[in-house]
T-cell receptor, first 111, second 112 residues
Framework: DTAVSQTPKYLVTQMGNDKSIKCEQNLGHDTMYWYKQDSKKFLKIMFSYNNKELIINETVPNRFSPKSPDKAHLNLHINSLELGDSAVYFC??????????FGNGTRLTVT | GQQVMQIPQYQHVQEGEDFTTYCNSSTTLSNIQWYKQRPGGHPVFLIQLVKSGEVKKQKRLTFQFGEAKKNSSLHITATQTTDVGTYFCAGQEGGATNKLIFGTGTLLAVQP
């Protein structure tokens, strides 16, 4: 199936831990994104990569570090998790100016 | 920075009633996109509007882009229970990054 797939779907962890979320797209898109959706459903862009280069880096704590080993993958590593990091994290991809295709999301719960 | 606001935040309608959500940007947009997110799901692209004053229709959905390219609306005629979800507009800035800023969303509940 052609899609944007991210893993894991659910992630429950304790404060202070480090965790990673992986994202892969097989749509041939050149741009990938991470969005955070909070409990009020606000969707905020965190990062964007175009052909493995970081092009958008919003005001996000340094504990969040994206990595794009190739243009089909964009992973998100989070250090020293905090309660406020609990949210749904969506990966998405697109051609440069085209609409976004979203993954199914990773629901992160920090206890 | 750029902000995109939507009203209302929440709308509850009886099945068969019409529904409209409005989207306003603090800056002029190069284009506007609309997405639908079903409960527990992920945002799914519906449509993109590019031209000033553009109107597009998809079955019972009508999308409009304002003349000044700063506002947009989505109108659903005769809602059905399958229309339930959160509708987001997303405005794209011009420039090098073409950042897509999502609106605050409107949650539509449809009572059968």
């Amino acid at each position: 199936d052609t899609a944007v797939s991210q893993t894991p779907k659910y992630l429950v962890t304790q404060m202070g831990n480090d965790k990673s979320i992986k994202c892969e797209q097989n749509l041939g898109h050149d741009t990938m994104y991470w969005y955070k959706q909070d409990s009020k459903k606000f969707l905020k862009i965190m990062f964007s990569y175009n052909n493995k280069e970081l092009i958008i880096n919003e005001t996000v704590p340094n504990r969040f570090s994206p990595k794009s080993p190739d243009k089909a993958h964009l992973n998100l590593h989070i250090n020293s998790l905090e309660l406020g990091d609990s949210a749904v994290y969506f990966c998405a991809s697109s051609y440069s100016n085209s609409p976004l295709h979203f993954g199914n999301g990773t629901r992160l719960t920090v206890t | 920075g750029q902000q995109v606001m939507q009203i209302p935040q929440y709308q509850h309608v009886q099945e068969g009633e019409d529904f409209t959500t409005y989207c306003n940007s603090s800056t002029t947009l190069s284009n506007i996109q609309w997405y639908k997110q079903r409960p527990g799901g992920h945002p799914v692209f519906l449509i993109q509007l590019v031209k000033s004053g553009e109107v597009k229709k998809q079955k019972r959905l009508t999308f409009q882009f304002g003349e000044a390219k700063k506002n947009s609306s989505l109108h659903i005629t005769a809602t059905q229970t399958t229309d339930v979800g959160t509708y987001f507009c997303a405005g794209q800035e011009g420039g090098a990054t073409n950042k897509l800023i999502f609106g605050t969303g409107t949650l539509l509940a449809v009572q059968p």
